[in-house]
Nanobody
Framework: QVQLVESGGGLVQPGESLRLSCAAS????????MGWYRQAPGKQRELVAD???????NYADSVKGRFTISRDNTKNTVYLQMNSLQPEDTAVYYC???????????????WGQGTQVTVSS
């Protein structure tokens, strides 16, 4: 029903920046949250940032002040601008879309294939 295509991952040095993009297609309900999760080897998948249909944002403490999430409803795309990248940010980053019906009942939970971000000198 919802398909996600990610891009923008790669290898960078500490202090550099990357911008991740995730384009969504298919039937997307009006009420939805788009976000980014990441998973490093041996660690649990964790929420990095998300943004609601109304533009409300949420960030993990570890990235607050460095990362910025945004969305372009015209292009059905969510972005993650990552500045001042550190080796600790190395992980596979996954795009996520959660959809909702009335009374905040979740109706869908969709994931991208993941894109590798490596920060190393």
């Amino acid at each position: 029903q919802v398909q996600l295509v990610e891009s923008g991952g790669g290898l960078v040095q500490p202090g550099e920046s990357l911008r991740l993009s995730c384009a969504a297609s298919g039937s997307i309900p009006r009420f939805n949250t788009m976000g980014w999760y990441r998973q490093a080897p041996g660690k649990q998948r964790e929420l990095v940032a998300d943004i609601t249909s109304g533009g409300r944002t949420n960030y993990a403490d570890s990235v607050k002040g460095r990362f910025t999430i945004s969305r372009d409803n015209t292009k059905n795309t969510v972005y993650l601008q990552m500045n001042s990248l550190q080796p600790e940010d190395t992980a596979v980053y996954y795009c996520n879309v959660k959809t909702f019906a009335l009374l905040s009942v979740r109706t869908g939970d969709y994931w991208g294939q993941g894109t590798q971000v490596t920060v190393s000198s």
